[in-house]
């Protein structure tokens, strides 16, 4: 990807304080990363750890939860912690004091388009993963590697992971479950007829 001029698209649903994000530019320092994070103390946080290295890779930090359709969230304090704040989908009509709920099919679609190759997703966003598949699903399969942690752990009987599982287990994909995550992997990469040119147009 890099020897033909365009730059791996890193994506970081749920960063916290930006532990993957210095990871990632560590060991891939020429993708350009995409870092979401909604809880603002976590953000702020985010922030100051991402300008420390900053230099050192091309960084893009955003705060704002994914979705698989764009809206507004509030934040929910679920008892766990710094990282185990969750989002909860706003139905009320106000966005003061929201925060942005970013089309994730939307976002890689405009990152595609404006020249990003998909590479990876690493997704930990504490239950929100049975919205975020509700739907526009399709862009998982441009990337090669997804890294995810489920959560039915920490939402007893609600299901979350349900969404996933039913999407990613009818996928050409293998699935690789190491502690806490989830590695779904390609079996498309390096084959251009089955990969194809990335997802297809996202609806929001």
Known sequence: MVNNGKKPLIIDAGANIGASVIWFTKYFPNAHICAFEPEHENFAILETNVHECQSDGDIQIVQAAVGAVDGFVDIVDAGQGECGFRTQITYDGKIDGKIPLVSLARFVSEKVFNGYVPFIVKIDIEGGEEQ??????EWINAFPLIIIELHDW????????????????????????I??????????????????????????
């Open 179 to 204: 502690g806490e995550n989830i590695f779904s992997i390609s079996n498309a990469i390096g084959n251009p007829d089955e990969a194809g040119d990335g997802p297809p147009p996202a609806r929001s």
């Open 132 to 137: 975020l598949f509700s739907q526009n699903c």
């Open 154 to 177: 920490l939402i007893p009987k609600k299901m979350t992971s349900k969404p996933f599982l039913k999407f990613i287990s009818a996928q050409d994909r293998d699935f690789v479950y």
